[in-house]
């Protein structure tokens, strides 16, 4: 077995400590991005992701680097502490929330998952408890995340326009009359004046938006930002060049996208496929 190495990250920080070692030992062993993606079989781009704290990636991803570096547990173990900071992805998030009940227009990419504007009880229900939540905390965090969807119904209620990558609509729900009403759910509501629903089918091909849900929030006053969000981690992006260049790969991706009228059609394809009578 090979000595036990020392963690030498200099921050305190558990996430940029954890980016930091990472780092460290990609440059010691005169990696590129792309050479130390090509060993464990990953995308080397969360590799560079991973370094810059935009992410911490997951348990797997850690582990296959532990073992590519012959480190039995050291990399996994600065993992669990940095997946444990969660106070700065809070502070962010309850500023992205303050931001979306303010906003005049919101512009969503999902890649996944419906965006929890759009998500019925049972839909929300079943993504938290997956994501960990049990008990009185699975229904406090669905009761809040079904009452944001009054946001889309209120007056003045913002404009919103989803674009739904086709793989959010190939993964259903295990019980198929909660996929059903999600799915007509999702049909009542492209049908108001203020919410737009367009698919990205997979035949459009590869799109620039990538891996990521992204909102774009327009407030009252001042420019846009961005809220950025993988699996792992949530990010603002309020630097105006920065979230011009997400707009640009939105605005790329929606003219790939079916039109509102043909991703209605697509939705109820969907349905037919899954042997659901749609109920409006």
Same mark, same amino acid.
């Given at each position: 077995m090979p000595p036990r190495r020392v963690i030498t990250g200099r921050s305190q920080e558990p996430r940029k400590r954890f980016a930091e070692e990472l780092r460290k030992l990609r440059l010691e062993h005169k990696l590129s991005y792309r050479m130390l993606g090509a060993a464990p079989g990953w995308d080397a781009t969360l590799f560079s992701k991973m370094e810059k704290g935009e992410t911490i990636g997951g348990p797997e991803v850690v582990q296959a680097l532990d073992t590519y570096y012959r480190l039995p547990g050291l990399l996994l173990t600065l993992w669990e502490l940095a997946a444990g900071d969660k106070s700065q992805f809070k502070a962010r998030y309850q500023q992205y929330?303050? =931001?979306?009940? $303010?906003? =005049? +227009? =919101?512009?969503?990419? &999902?890649v996944s998952a419906l965006p929890g504007l759009l998500q019925t009880r049972a839909y929300a229900h079943t993504l938290l408890s997956e994501g960990g939540f049990e008990g009185e905390e699975l229904t406090k965090q669905v009761e809040a995340r079904i009452g944001r969807r009054d946001l889309l119904t209120e007056d003045p209620a913002p404009t919103f326009r989803s674009i739904l990558s086709e793989a959010v609509l190939r993964t259903p729900l295990p019980e198929r009359e909660h996929w059903q009403e999600q799915l007509n759910d999702l049909l009542m509501m492209s049908e108001r004046r203020n919410v737009t629903v367009q698919v990205l089918p997979f035949s459009a091909g590869p799109h620039a938006m990538g891996?990521?849900?992204?909102?774009?929030?327009?407030?009252g006053e001042g420019g846009a930002v961005a809220w950025v969000e993988t699996g792992y981690s949530g990010e603002l992006v309020a630097e105006s060049a920065a979230v011009a260049r997400l707009q640009l790969r939105y605005?790329? &991706?929606?003219?790939r996208a079916l039109s509102p009228a043909d991703s209605r059609k697509f939705i109820l394809q969907i349905l037919? $496929?899954? +042997?659901? $009578?749609p109920s409006i």
């Open positions: 929330m303050a =931001l979306e009940a $303010e906003a =005049l +227009s =919101l512009w969503h990419y &999902a891996n990521t849900h992204t909102m774009f929030l327009q407030p605005d790329q &991706a929606r003219d037919e $496929e899954a +042997s659901c $009578e």
